[in-house]
């Protein structure tokens, strides 16, 4: 008995020692912190503005969604590679930083004025009504502030600065829950909408405030010009995350209008409403995802590769097999406390999308492997293949199912992506490693 208990000890100390476990802890206040300040934030606006309100709200947030990533050039994850991999080098790292930070300024400015000028055209195109102009113009004016509070996130996260990090994303969790219960209970509809376009730029001013100690966060450091070399490099992530931009949150809006139109306004909100609870568990694994295994992957060697996926894999999947299985049996719970009984239609979408979500970060494991080396091609064609594929699903099997469709198209598209990251990295996941 005894030689079982101390095997089982050196195991689990083992497994505590692992780097990759250690952030995971780590980050989980961070996590719980955006877990609580998002369940009180849905609460509230599910209550007060209803299905068919969520629905117009998840609109928006795909629309910010695409104008984020424009605003910052789409080099956030390039930022996070080049800082990962130069930051023993300061002539080559203070290149890297000041050429990141023009090409923000430069692209935040130019889409947010874009976003001022045509704000009535983007009112009626994204939220189906004129009437709601002024939120596109409180973005265009925002949008610098937020990129470089991105920007600077970046810089951190390829620093490893997780504590900083872990601080910063509590402090925008905390922000951004005052700022959207308070205009919520002050203005319904059109105080969510103002919520959702400039809180993160306030949390700019928090991020300075904590960072100006940093050794990295000095004026030589961003004062540099724009380096053609460095940009050329930067170009590769900007094409990856602009395709993103232009698939991920647009095969939404395009989901979102074909359920408007083929069922009603109500659906769309069911469907942004099992969305919104798909993103509140997954918070653990994409944070994690973000701070330590992509600044991780970029600065490992190809040999040494599969030790790195194979340590994500031991930890991250058994915690994601554990939290869907009791987010499925659990589910008229979830439906009760964080909306309203008119949502409960939206319980026949658990289990299709629960099963997606195991696919998506199942293969999302892969996938960073395309971004931490810059695979611009292969990149550039799952997302748009995907994105296409996605919606063409969606009409179909709405079209078969009804609304439960909108659920197995997700979980169907995310299964084949699965099967082509495995045929993309199978030398990677099948081959004897070398080291």
Do not use: H
């Not at 922000?175 to 203005?187: A, I, Q």
């Not at 195991?358 to 395309?370: E, H, P, Q, Y």
């Amino acid at each position: 008995m005894l030689p079982i208990v101390f095997k089982v000890l050196q195991i689990l100390k083992k497994i505590s020692g692992n780097d990759l476990v250690k952030v995971f802890s780590f980050t989980g206040l961070s996590t719980f912190v955006k877990l609580v300040t998002g369940y009180v934030s849905i609460k509230v606006v599910a209550s007060v503005i209803g299905p068919a309100g969520i629905a117009l709200l998840g609109q928006l947030q795909n629309f910010v969604s695409i104008f984020t990533t424009l605003g910052a050039g789409g080099i956030n994850n390039g930022v996070v590679k080049y800082v990962a991999e130069y930051r023993e080098s300061e002539t080559t790292l203070q290149k890297f930083i000041s050429t990141g930070l023009r090409i923000t300024v430069f692209f935040s400015l130019l889409f947010g004025m874009v976003m001022m000028l045509f704000s009535k055209t983007l009112s009626r195109w994204i939220l189906l009504d004129e009437k709601y102009y002024y939120v596109f113009l409180f973005f265009g004016i925002t949008l610098l502030l937020l990129s470089l509070n991105n920007f600077l996130l970046s810089v951190i996260n390829g620093f490893k600065e997780f504590k900083k990090y872990v601080v910063v994303n509590i402090v925008t969790s905390l922000l951004g829950l005052l700022f959207t219960v308070f205009l919520v209970l002050m203005c319904q509809l059109e105080g969510a909408l103002i919520a959702v376009v400039t809180y993160q730029s306030v949390v700019f001013f928090a991020t300075i405030l904590m960072i100006r100690k940093s050794p990295w966060f000095s004026w030589a450091n961003f004062r540099g010009t724009i380096d053609k070399a460095v940009a050329r490099k930067y170009l590769s992530y900007s094409l990856m995350a602009l395709v993103t931009a232009a698939t991920v949150p647009v095969s939404q809006l395009l989901i979102r209008k074909y359920l408007i139109n083929n069922l009603s306004l109500d659906a769309a909100g069911y469907w942004e409403a099992m969305n919104r609870v798909s993103s509140l568990y997954m918070m653990f694994v994409t944070t994690t995802l973000s701070i330590y295994y992509l600044p991780k992957l970029s600065e490992t060697k190809d040999s040494k590769l599969r030790n790195e996926v194979s340590a994500a894999y031991k930890i991250i999947i058994p915690f994601v097999v554990i939290s869907l299985t009791g987010m499925f049996f659990l589910k008229d719970m979830v439906v009760q406390i964080l909306f309203t009984p008119e949502f409960s239609p939206m319980k026949e979408l658990f289990f299709w999308q629960l099963l997606g979500d195991f696919f998506k970060v199942t293969s999302w494991i892969l996938a960073f492997i395309m971004v931490a080396k810059a695979m611009t091609k292969v990149f550039v064609f799952t997302e748009i293949f995907f994105g296409i594929l996605l919606v063409m699903l969606t009409y179909f099997f709405i079209n078969i199912s009804g609304f439960q469709g909108v659920a197995q198209a997700y979980c169907i598209n995310y299964f084949l992506y699965l099967l082509f990251m495995i045929l993309i990295f199978r030398k990677l996941l099948f081959k004897k490693s070398t080291v």
